[in-house]
Every structure is written in C-alpha cells, then in structure tokens.
C-alpha cells in the first residue's frame, strides 16, 4: 500500500474570532499529486503554514512522514514555495538558488548541478546571473519555483507556484512536476487556476474552513454532474449554473 | 556553515547597496572633520567689556588682557545702550569707591569671561601698588642703611612650563568627543540598517522562506552578528585611521583595543536593532526609534560630563550601551588604559548583548515554532 506522506487529522485554527480552519482531514499518499483549491480566504494558505509548523494550530494535529509537525529537520525533506516570492532583490538568480540550497543543507557538487537543472525546467538559463530587481513578476515566480525544487526533496508543497507565468511555459512545469510525481515523490499544491486542478490526482476543495471532498477530478465532476472542475466549485459554492 | 552563509548573503547585499555603504563609511567622516574644523578654529571666548568711569590704569590692564577688548563710555546710559545692542558683553563701572558690573549674560561662557578678566586685572593693579610701595620702601631704607639695594630679584616673573600628559596645547573638546562619537557613529548605523535589513527580510517574506528550510533560528542571528561584526570593525578602522592621518589626533592606548570596544558596541547595537525591528511594520516606523533609543544615548555618553547631572538622572545613563564603550574608548585614546584594566565595561557591554541575543533568538519563535 501507499505511503502516506503528511496526514492531518482535526486541524482546528482561529485568528482571533475569525475561525480559518474547522476541522481539517486529508492525507498525501506517496507519489500522487493533491490539489487544494477553494476560492480565496477559504484557509489554503493556513494549511499549508499548519504542515510546515510555520503557526500552531488550536486543535489537531498535522503528520510528515509519520512524524507530528513542527519538527524541524523535516523541513530538510521538503521543497516549499510561498505565495509571496521571497527573494532576495540585489542577489542574482543564482545567488539566491544557492543561498536557499544551502540554507536547505545541499552540499555543495549537488547545489552546482541543481541549479542549472531547476533553471531549465522553469526557463532562467539565460537569465541566472542577472539581478532578481530586473526581474519581471513572472521570472521572480519561476525562480521562486526553482527554489523550491532544489535537492530532491520527497515532498513538494508549492503554494500557487502558476501565477503569472505564461500557458507553454506552465504545461512544461507540470510535465516536471509529473516527472517527480512518477518518481515516487509527492506534490501538495495549491492553485486557482481550474484546468490545473484536472492535472492532479487528488482534489481537496477547502471552504469556510471545511474539506468539502477529497477525490480523484473526474470522480469529483461525476459527483456534481459537472463536465469541468470549474463547474464543480461553483456548484460546491452554491451558484446557480 | 549556514551561519557563514547568511553572514555572506548579507554582506553580497549591502556591498550592492552602494548608497547605504557610502553612508556608513563616508557620513561619519565627514561629520568628524565638520566638528574638527568647528571646535579647533577657536576655543577661547572673545570679551568686549564696556568701561565707564574706571582708572584709567585698570582700563589699560584690562586691555592688555588676552582676548578681551574694552571700550570706553562717557556716561552710564551709552554703555546700557551699547548692551542691549549686543555691541559689549558687559559694563565696568565705578563709583563710589565700588566696581559696578553688568553683564549682558545670554551667554554664560561671555560671563565668566568677562568676570574672570575683570577680577585679574584688579589683582594684578593690587599687586603691581603693592610692588611700587615695596621697592619705595626699599630704597627708602637703602638710603636710611647706605647699602645698595638688592636687585629686583624678588620681583622677578617666575617662569610657567606647561606639560601636558595628553596631546598639546591645541588638544581641546573635539579631543574629548572624538572616542565618543566614534561608538556614537557605529552604534547608529549598525542599529539602523541592521533593523531595516531584518524588517526588510520580515515583509519581503524571505524570513519566512528562510525558516521553512531546516536552518535554526541562532545560526540566522549569528549570520547577522558576524557580518555586521565585519562591517563595524571595517567603519571603525575607516574612522579611526581618518582621524590619526588626516586630523592628526592622538591615539595613546593600542588601536586593536579601541576597535575590540566598537566591535562589542555593534554586535549590542546589532542586537537591539533585530529587537526593535520586530515592532516596526515599516521603514519609517524604523526611524521612529531614532529619538527614541539612538539620540537620548548622546545625551549620557560624556559629551555633557556626567558629573554635572543630578544624580537620578546620573542613573539612567547606566541602562545606555554607548556610555561604558565611550568611557572604554576615551580611556584607550587619550590616557592609554590597557582592555584589562577596562574589564567593567566589557562586561556590562557583553550582558546587553547575551540578553538581546537571547531574546532575538527566542523572539524568531513567532514565525517557526521549533
């Protein structure tokens, strides 16, 4: 049977009055790609701070490799990228890369190969001796990216990793991303884009604070009797199709 | 290793920061040789004293006094008058048998001065009167004895040789300063660019990033500590060396201790910059901490003598960083103090740093739980 990568069990968080998180379950089987969507606000980003012990949560608890979370040098097995881009400005590209791959605790023959691998797969060849300042938002999202596909790491959690970046060059991240998944690695990822969500193995749909299902796409759009994962979160939101 | 790492990011960071630098090396310079030019150009106060009525030998010695210069009034209103225009610092008068004087008094050096060569010239009168009656009495008795009078040996000028222990006749309050704003400068500028780093890291999200990856929380501090360390002990050197070669002063203690002093005073101001930074949300609330916590420590540094503060107020300079490295650091450049005997200081500069290192490391808790 699978291995199961991270597993939460009853994450319950509060901000104050405001309730982000209910009640949370769902795990990561090795080697599958979960996609967690729902409109924004709905607690996405909460979730994936709560896996990586970036906040503690109220109730609950979150496991990574069988091991209760914040723990960290688990963090070592994990490829993370946040929703903002967190790079450092008057650094070049490659600076940053191997700035981040030594902070992850690469050694220094593997970092030198990485970085250009994970430079090709999101296209900064060229561009990894300029300045990150002359980046374009989508270049600084990319190389935000390939920071966190550095090392190989049994996990990948990519918070948005899509946004602005252009359709030929997002068909060949997921190619990778399959590639990785293929590989008996697995991907939590989370993204607004809906034709994304048909190229993951698993759906979370998160609102108000809820896994509304967890299922394979096209078991979910049977589900709602919907032809497209689109379809599926308005009905789930409750729009009148 | 990753501590060695960070230190490197950070230093890559500020040398492309071509602005930030120029100001950390070419600022404190320039405000140095600013001060240099303004307290050694002249550090005697020049005294115009208005005389009504007064002997006319007084007036005379009055004159001859260095830096004071007297003018002659006929009647007591023209001299009033000449005061209040700002035109003399103060009024001699006599009358009745009395030295009256009046003194502008909107500055408190002129005051003294004028009071102090005033009182000079009417004892050296005294003396001089009394000089003239004894040497009249002398050759009275000579007469009286038919034996030659002894040479004037008794009132013969004794000879003044001035030595001084530190520096020259010229070594004034820019000398007494210097140590002191030498730690005034790193510390200000370690703090202020440290914390704006750190609040830079924090909403940028890149502190974020970085403790999502498996580094601890102290190797980030220290990362911090050792390149900040670098830069203070370069500004420090920069300083120091400007001062010698260009201005000339006098460094009589070892220049390694002076720089060892710097160094623990930026690693302190490092620290509370880290602190600080955490309750800004913006680079000018940032700046907000200037008058805050930078300029109150000018105040207890020993550029004002501490001495002359009531003794309450003697306590709080016991909580600013900058008094034990300017105590330190005046004692290594004007009397020569070896680092052991300046042991007291050290420590007190180690336990502010211990405890906002301490509190720096816990503090980063907030974005990582482990």
Same mark, same amino acid.
């Given at each position: 049977m699978a291995e199961t990568m991270i597993s939460m069990h009853h994450l319950a968080k509060r901000f104050g009055k405001q309730v982000v998180l209910s009640d949370i379950n769902f795990d990561v089987q090795k080697g599958e790609i979960v996609g967690l969507m %729902?409109? +924004? %606000? &709905?607690g996405k980003s909460t979730v994936i701070k709560a896996i990586l012990g970036m906040i503690a949560v109220d109730r609950g608890k979150a496991t990574v490799f069988d091991t209760q979370m914040p723990?960290? $040098?688990?963090? &070592?097995r994990i490829g993370y990228m946040a929703q903002t881009d967190a790079l450092y400005d008057t650094l070049t590209a490659r600076e940053n890369l191997v700035f981040y791959g030594k902070m992850k605790g690469l050694d220094k023959t593997v970092l030198t190969h990485d970085v250009e691998h994970v430079a090709m797969v999101v296209d900064l060849l060229s561009d !990894?001796?300029?300045?990150?300042?002359?980046?374009s938002g989508g270049m600084q999202r990319r190389l935000s990216l390939a920071i966190a596909l550095l090392g190989t790491s049994d996990l990948l959690i990519l918070d948005e990793p899509t946004v602005g970046i252009d359709p030929a060059l997002r068909q060949k991240i997921w190619r990778e991303l399959h590639q990785i998944r293929d590989a008996g690695r697995s991907i939590l990822i989370t993204t607004h884009? *809906?034709? $994304? &969500? $048909? !190229?993951?193995?698993q759906v979370a749909l998160l609102m108000a604070g809820k896994v509304m299902a967890f299922n394979p796409p096209e078991i979910l759009k049977a589900q709602y009797q919907v032809d497209s994962i689109e379809s599926v979160f308005l009905k789930a939101e409750g729009v009148q199709l | 290793m990753k501590t060695f790492a960070i230190a490197k990011r950070v230093l890559t960071e500020l040398s492309r920061d071509k602005r930030t630098l120029a100001l950390m090396f070419v600022a404190p310079i320039l405000i140095i040789l600013l001060l240099s030019l303004i307290f050694s150009a002249s550090s005697t106060t020049n005294t115009k004293m208005g005389v009504v009525a007064v002997p006319t030998k007084l007036e005379q010695r009055l004159d001859d006094t260095e830096h004071v210069t007297v003018k002659r009034y006929t009647t007591e209103s023209a001299a009033k008058k000449a005061l209040k225009t700002d035109r003399i610092d103060a009024i001699v008068q006599h009358k009745d048998n009395q030295y009256d004087l009046t003194y502008a008094n909107v500055d408190a050096a002129q005051t003294t001065a004028a009071k102090m060569a005033f009182k000079n010239a009417l004892t050296n009168q005294t003396i001089t009167g009394l000089q003239q009656k004894l040497a009249q009495t002398t050759a009275a008795l000579a007469a009286v004895t038919h034996q030659q009078p002894q040479k004037q040996q008794s009132t013969k000028q004794v000879k003044i040789i001035n030595h001084y222990a530190y520096g020259d006749a010229d070594t004034g309050f820019f000398n007494k300063i210097l140590p002191i704003l030498i730690g005034f400068f790193v510390f200000f500028f370690v703090f202020l660019i440290s914390g704006m780093a750190l609040l830079r890291e924090r909403t940028s999200g890149t502190l974020d990033r970085l403790l999502a990856t498996p580094v601890k929380r102290y190797e980030i501090v220290f990362g911090y500590m050792l390149s900040y360390g670098v830069l203070a002990i370069i500004q420090t050197l920069v300083i120091v060396l400007v001062t010698i070669l260009i201005l000339g002063v006098q460094v009589v203690g070892n220049i390694g201790s002076l720089v060892l002093i710097n160094l623990l005073l930026a690693l302190v101001a490092l620290s509370f910059g880290i602190l600080l930074s955490t309750f800004a949300n913006s680079e000018f609330q940032m700046m907000q901490f200037i008058p805050i916590v930078v300029i109150p420590q000018v105040f207890f540094t020993g550029i004002i003598p501490?001495? +002359? *503060?009531a003794n309450w107020v003697q306590v709080? +300079?016991?909580? *600013?960083?900058i008094r034990y490295s300017g105590a330190a650091s005046s004692a290594i450049m004007l009397r020569g103090t070896h680092l052991s005997a300046l042991w007291p200081e050290m420590i007190v500069l180690l336990v502010f740093l211990v405890i906002s290192t301490i509190l720096n490391i816990t503090g980063l808790k907030r974005y990582r739980k482990v």
């Open positions: %729902g409109p +924004s %606000g &709905a723990n960290r $040098e688990l963090l &070592a !990894l001796d300029k300045r990150v300042i002359n980046f884009v *809906m034709d $994304e &969500a $048909e !190229l993951v193995d | 501490l001495d +002359s *503060m709080i +300079s016991y909580v *600013m960083p």
